[in-house]
């Protein structure tokens, strides 16, 4: 759901997702099946506390329509339409994770006791609410860590597994939310974005399709995580959906008790040269009333000696126009009243108010949002504002490279070296009818730095025999630099003495060859192996001379 602001919550749960993930992709062992275990239990947590908060909404929305059915009874209905076709989906995943535990541990998809066999793995557990709701104890489960049943379950023998129906329903649920919402395909208000054909890469960079991405080879124990992901994300859905049509209700439904003076600027920090704009009205206003507006600038506070030096603004249907030329730059005040005459005695009534707002001269605030520098080869996303004009308004160039849109941001690219390592990003702004000037923010450019050369996380020391072959390959890793980017080792020398020889072999790419693995398994304790003259290329283009890894076998 990513694309709009996540709560902390949807925070966690992305987290958690990334955690599930990388585990997908190492070897499972006792210590990586607990972790599953436990990603598992806190979705499952994680999801009794949503279902509790989609509860509350719903409640809520229930409390408006008893109050007003006519002005709520279409939203309200909708909303109701919303949680039946969740409840729909959300049967349809509690009733996969059966199937696959089924699945797993008596290979029967088609056999209806399946469903029978596997509820000793289930207990009854109370939620928030106060309802009670059977739960899978995946850790009692003999086979969580088997993948061969469930990979056939889910994927089928020509890609007609369970796993495409489970994607179909998905996409279906989604389309109807965003119809309920009147959105189009690009909302990204609402999760579940599954992306059709190839879009997904493995573990191998492989493009593979989000059924494979998913469920390809993975463990009951990352199955049943998923399927507990996709609840997740499917409720999250709903609230945002329910959110949506709550939030619909218009303003007018409610009952107001009181008078009182506001003023409504259309913005309270303007320009030199601008004008300042805003709109004075009485709450809770009659249309049909013609109020007169006194005001006095430079004050805090309306006195009623101000009234006879006061400047008097007429207005029509309960609104009055107010704007104020800006000719001085810093903190700006002033107060009045709005008369009104009562409409039962007659007699004019005055109700008070005072406003502030600065003035500003023209800036423009330009902040890369990872690091403070721009990296060649990379997109480095950018923040860039301008204090009281609107986003859309502001035109920025850049001396060298690309700047472009980035979702709700900017992204600048740099291809190659720059002379002097430096550019500058500058722009311009339409301000009624005018071009302005925003100023200009200059930024040092340096070359993505190179990563660390590792073989399972070690770049020397002691290793153990199995943890070496397991590993297979030298990984450049990027450490503490926060852009997602790769770089490809396309050649190293591997060596170890071998009876009082010296053996090197030369290999390309970043693979262990046949040949070194079976030296390595025939190796003895303390032997030492040697990976030197590590060159890798960067998103930038250019090849970099990583550094050496020397390991000894415990």
């Known amino acids: 759901m990513a694309g709009y602001k996540e709560t902390p919550r949807q925070k966690m749960i992305a987290m958690m997702y990334l955690v599930l993930t990388a585990l997908l992709a190492l070897n499972v062992s006792k210590d990586i099946l607990n972790a599953f275990l436990v990603v598992n239990e806190s979705?499952?947590?994680?999801?009794?506390?949503?279902?509790?908060?989609?509860?509350?909404?719903?409640?809520?929305?229930?409390?408006?329509?008893?109050?007003?059915?006519?002005?709520?009874e279409e939203y309200y209905n909708k909303a109701l339409e919303v949680r039946a076709e969740t409840q729909i989906v959300i049967n349809y995943l509690e009733h996969l994770k059966y199937m696959l535990v089924g699945v797993s541990e008596y290979n029967i998809p088609s056999r209806i006791d399946s469903i029978?066999?596997?509820?000793?793995?289930?207990?009854?557990?109370?939620?928030?609410?106060?309802?009670?709701?059977?739960?899978?104890i995946l850790k009692d489960v003999e086979t969580k860590d088997k993948y061969d049943n469930t990979t056939t379950y889910l994927i089928g023998m020509n890609d007609d597994g369970e796993a495409y129906v489970l994607k179909r329903k998905l996409q279906a649920y989604r389309q109807y939310l965003l119809k309920v919402m009147n959105q189009d395909q690009n909302y990204q208000g609402i999760g579940l974005m599954i992306k059709d054909g190839n879009g997904y890469r493995n573990a191998d960079k492989q493009a593979v399709s989000w059924e494979y991405y998913n469920f390809y080879h993975t463990i009951l124990a990352a199955d049943i995580t998923i399927v507990n992901k996709l609840v997740n994300e499917v409720k999250n859905s709903e609230l945002d959906a329910v959110n949506y049509l709550f939030s619909s209700i218009s303003a007018s439904d409610f009952k107001f008790a009181s008078v009182s003076a506001k003023v409504i600027?259309?913005?309270?920090?303007?320009?030199?040269?601008?004008?300042?704009?805003?709109?004075?009205?009485?709450?809770?206003?009659?249309?049909k009333a013609k109020p007169d507006v006194y005001i006095r600038q430079g004050v805090n506070e309306w006195k009623d000696s101000y009234l006879n030096g006061a400047k008097k603004i007429s207005g029509a249907e309960g609104i009055v126009p107010l704007k104020i030329p800006?000719?001085?730059?810093?903190?700006?005040?002033?107060?009045?009243?709005?008369?009104?005459?009562?409409?039962?005695?007659?007699?004019?009534?005055?109700?008070?108010?005072?406003?502030?707002?600065?003035?500003?001269?023209?800036?423009?605030?330009?902040?890369?949002?990872?690091?403070?520098?721009?990296?060649?080869?990379?997109?480095?996303?950018?923040?860039?504002s301008a204090?009281?004009?609107?986003?859309?308004?502001?035109?920025?160039?850049?001396?060298?490279?690309?700047?472009?849109?980035?979702?709700?941001?900017?992204?600048?690219?740099?291809?190659?070296?720059?002379?002097?390592?430096?550019?500058?990003?500058?722009?311009?702004?339409?301000?009624?009818?005018?071009?302005?000037?925003?100023?200009?923010?200059?930024?040092?450019?340096?070359?993505?730095?190179?990563?660390?050369?590792?073989?399972?996380?070690?770049?020397?020391?002691?290793?153990?025999?199995?943890?070496?072959?397991?590993?297979?390959?030298?990984?450049?890793n990027m450490k503490d630099f926060n852009f997602d980017l790769y770089f490809t080792v396309s050649s190293f020398t591997f060596?170890?003495?071998?009876?009082?020889?010296?053996?090197?072999?030369?290999?390309?790419?970043?693979?262990?060859?046949?040949?070194?693995?079976?030296?390595?398994?025939?190796?003895?304790?303390?032997?030492?192996?040697?990976?030197?003259?590590?060159?890798?290329k960067g998103p930038d283009g250019t090849i970099r001379s990583l550094n050496p890894i020397n390991l000894e076998i415990k």
């Open 265 to 287: 600027p259309k913005a309270t920090y303007v320009f030199k040269g601008q004008d300042y704009e805003a709109e004075i009205l009485v709450a809770a206003f009659d249309d």
């Open 495 to 536: 060596a170890t003495i071998v009876n009082g020889d010296w053996i090197p072999k030369n290999v390309k790419g970043n693979r262990f060859t046949t040949e070194m693995n079976n030296i390595i398994k025939n190796s003895k304790r303390k032997q030492k192996f040697f990976f030197e003259k590590i060159q890798a």
């Open 43 to 72: 979705m499952e947590s994680t999801n009794e506390g949503l279902i509790s908060e989609v509860s509350n909404i719903y409640r809520d929305f229930k409390t408006q329509y008893e109050l007003n059915k006519e002005k709520t």
């Open 326 to 384: 800006t000719n001085a730059v810093g903190p700006q005040k002033y107060a009045g009243i709005i008369q009104l005459r009562d409409p039962i005695s007659g007699e004019l009534q005055n109700h008070p108010f005072a406003a502030e707002y600065i003035v500003a001269p023209p800036s423009l605030t330009v902040a890369p949002l990872k690091m403070n520098v721009f990296y060649i080869g990379v997109e480095n996303p950018v923040s860039i």
């Open 116 to 136: 029978e066999l596997v509820t000793k793995y289930y207990k009854d557990s109370t939620l928030s609410n106060g309802t009670t709701k059977p739960v899978l």
């Open 387 to 476: 204090p009281g004009i609107a986003a859309s308004k502001i035109k920025p160039v850049i001396t060298v490279g690309e700047l472009y849109q980035k979702d709700d941001n900017w992204a600048v690219k740099i291809s190659k070296k720059v002379p002097g390592n430096k550019v500058t990003v500058s722009a311009t702004a339409e301000v009624d009818g005018k071009t302005m000037n925003l100023g200009s923010s200059e930024f040092r450019v340096k070359r993505v730095p190179s990563p660390t050369a590792e073989i399972a996380g070690q770049t020397d020391g002691k290793i153990d025999k199995n943890t070496l072959l397991a590993a297979g390959a030298i990984i450049p």
